[in-house]
């Protein structure tokens, strides 16, 4: 058994110590809003797209320091008794607002908004950050891949390739972005994800011949299964495909290829197959594909799409690059206040941001990011710019909005990624690298 | 709580289906060998590092399909009830030899043997190249990043740039390539790592003013605690952080810089520290450092390294691209046969590998990798060769070798780590582009 553990440990200890501190100074209570952003976007990225908010919410429901957590931090730090009480007693009870996953979003976009006491806010930096640079970078690469194949069908089969839970969490993400399903099992039943897959060169290795590997796959698989044709040669391999569904008393599903030059022999093998009659075996590709050899393969006559590694680590960016920033907090007579760091590099806006898109002549536009500590003031002037909103509650008080995890929440997140998408302009869909797809405005009111 | 739940679900769908297939047809019981190995190493590098050992054999132990994972499969896959049978009561059984964790190696490096039937050794196909692509990345950049930081500690940060869980077995990693200690809390917990950090710039925005907050921050962490002085102007920074600390009656621990020219300012910031008295307040930098940005600082006055993003993503290659196949299996008479895929590109030798490292005047020289049917011939090959053997006894007979796990063993990895990098030829010590550090060579008895 993997062990059963909370998400609270999963956690810098320097959150830990920061709250130690503001404890003993009697700070801690300080009302204070964080937000989840990025400065930038990774070097050849367009847009980002928002993955891993249904993931954020089971681990806030679950970032609990049960008392062997405490025992843990007893023995090991120097953590007071009283910041061991208030770990013990923990449970988030302030306001979670931001994106609703699926949603692209550009440089400055606010992702999340966390309002709580300083302690219980800033406790949960690592374990946001972590979920979100993960996710929303694994997703980000997966919608580049999908807008590349141009409705023809991508399948996430990165397990190998990352870490094993990782890969659970990526091809949640690579679905949120649109891909059609995934080779790992527990995918498939933690999120309800299709989970596709039917047989490895060893599988063809096993046998004595080829032809007994594929009569043997297509007895449990039937001849609608996909037949691996390159472990000794392609051409001999489709021959005995197709001929083995057809002793079998049906027409092959597909073949896969896995090597190779895969246009010049998607091109041949389409032909051989037509010259058999197999007209509707299907072909699809497996290997070291990205964008790049996706948009390359757009002319041949492939059906489908299987994504291993590039999806899975995103693609040259395995990170979203995306922060954690105080951004106001009040002092003693309870002002609100905006804070940002001064110094050099890594300049921030203070002040709780409102998020809308500006959307003209039917193309989003403009980002509008305003800052401002009164947010009817803030929702009034992002609705005078006829700016749709982007921010949504996802915990109020403490409590989870349902509406955003559970599998309803990953099918409308696959949709609204796709309008989402649909909705920035053309630039956006170029593989190359550029500027944001939309400028981000930022006001402070 | 994470749900409590085995690996076997960690798993691609088609090692099930295989399965299926082979046991409906008879040859799921032919005794088979797997080799782990990479057919080369990620464009940069010099060697790869082996780690992830121990958490391999955690998860061949914890890998059950319990009543729940039975009944996911049952419902939503064409599994035969005999398939679901042999997978409730499946077990590992046989045997894994591979490399010792902290051990560099080179393409063609047999990792990982497995030996046992086609079924149970194909089974965990998924969760070993996952757990080894992952962790073996993750220290191949680690090493680099330690063998430039000459002796000066490095220190693990990346926990918010990865996947959560990702982020402990990095840790991990990290430490096996000789990283000093992490941030992440659950890495102290599960692996007994050092775990460090003291505060961040939300720490010093929550205070009125900077010296409210280093205040605070001494007073529960003491003066010898670190400093983050780049939240406002770096010189006041440093100047009220030394006065904070003999405030306090002591001499202060450290400055942390965290942005901006790293180089530069280490050098007028140690000035500075000189000029106050404060000889031995020490200079930690922490802004997305790599094992370049480390070498670069070699001649700066910098005392230690916080490494984030780089570390955790595997510093451009977050992938170790080690694959797993079938190299020989026996036939119906018994007989052993070598197997390896045929066509185009991907070619790999048949036939179970016996890998060991010839030294030669004081540093290693040739990876020697020899294919045979005979262990003893492959064994008396090697040491006539005057070759180290560089596999050892991880599973046998489906009993975990309990060497290889627990703190001792990560301690151990951590020092064979460190001797199998000074025992490389000073080729393996370049950052730059190039051959692997020694050839590795490979012969048939």
Redesign the interface.
Known sequence: ???????A??????E???I???I??G?AD?L?V?ELFGRRLPATRRYGVVAGIARVLD?VE?F?FTPD?IA??RD???L?DETLDFLADYRFSGDISGYAEGECYLPGSPLLSVTGT?AEA?LL???L???L??DCAVAAAASRMTSAAHGRPCLE?G????????????ARAAVVAGFAGS????A???YGIE?????????T????SEE?AF???I???GPGTTLLV?????TT?VERAVAAARRAGGELGAVRLD??DLIAQAFTVRQQLDDLGAHDTKITVTSDLDEYAIAALGAAPVDSYGVG?KVV??SGH??A?LV???VA?Q?DSGQWTP????????QSIGGRKYAGRVVAEGHAAVELVVASDDPQAARDYLASRGARPLQVDLVSGGEINEEHRGPAALDAARKRHESSRAELPYQAWRLSEGEPAIPTVMEVL
């Open positions: 058994m993997t062990e059963t553990r909370t998400t440990l999963l956690t810098d200890k320097y830990l110590t920061m130690d501190a503001a003993a100074s700070h300080r204070s964080f681990a679950d609990r957590e843990y931090l090991s730090t120097t007071s300083f800033v930096e690592t374990v950050l972590a979920i640079n993960h089969m397990a190998r390739r990352t870490h094993e839970e990782a890969a659970v969490a990526a080779s790992i099992l527990e498939g039943r933690s989970t596709i897959g039917t047989a490895a060169h060893s599988f290795l096993l046998y004595d007994e009569d043997a796959q007895a449990a698989l390159d472990t000794y040669d392609v391999g090597s190779g590694t680590t995103g395995p990170t690059e954690y920033k105080l907090r002092d804070v940002a760091k001064k110094s050099s590099s890594k």
